[in-house]
């Protein structure tokens, strides 16, 4: 019996310590879901202002590291599919003789697993180029920017993109 009495408050100890560790991981797991979700968010608006600066700078190569291969675009500039046949439009929409800004805001991530859908605002301005002078936008572009976002082997990556036209001031020029 005096077993049994020593046994037993081991035992019970046990369980108590399985039971609270057990409850410690069901409770963290909601923090690390978070957290993930936060990080997984964060890489893809990161992807998405690395995208607005690439088309500035005319760096279209780059589109490698922020679309998958297959990814698909389509902008007032036309459907491409492919991330060689968007690297093209993107060349043929950005031309040397304009000077274009992206302003990329209000970014909304709805992570899903291991995919996400996005969407943002896109306020693009047109000028001419000159060299060695400021020249002012003549034509200013208000779109909605729609991407689809997939988790890859190389992290997040963009699979589609469509931009929706609201508005616009001034002629494309």
Known sequence: MKKISLVLPLALLSIAVLAACSSTSTAADPERREIREL?????ITALVDRLGQVLDEGAFEDFREI???????????GTARGVDAMIAQAG???????????????????????TAAVRANLLATFAPAAEGTLTEPK???????SFDAVRTAEGWRLSRVQSTPQWAI????
């Open 139 to 145: 034509y200013t572009l208000g779109e909605i920017y």
């Open 67 to 77: 679309y998958t291969a297959d990814a698909t675009a389509s902008t007032p500039g």
């Open 39 to 43: 990080l997984d968010r964060n890489h």
């Open 92 to 114: 043929r929409s950005h031309s040397a003789d304009k000077k274009i800004q992206h302003f990329i805001s209000n970014v909304i991530v709805d992570v899903r697993g291991d």
């Open 170 to 173: 001034g002629t494309r020029f």
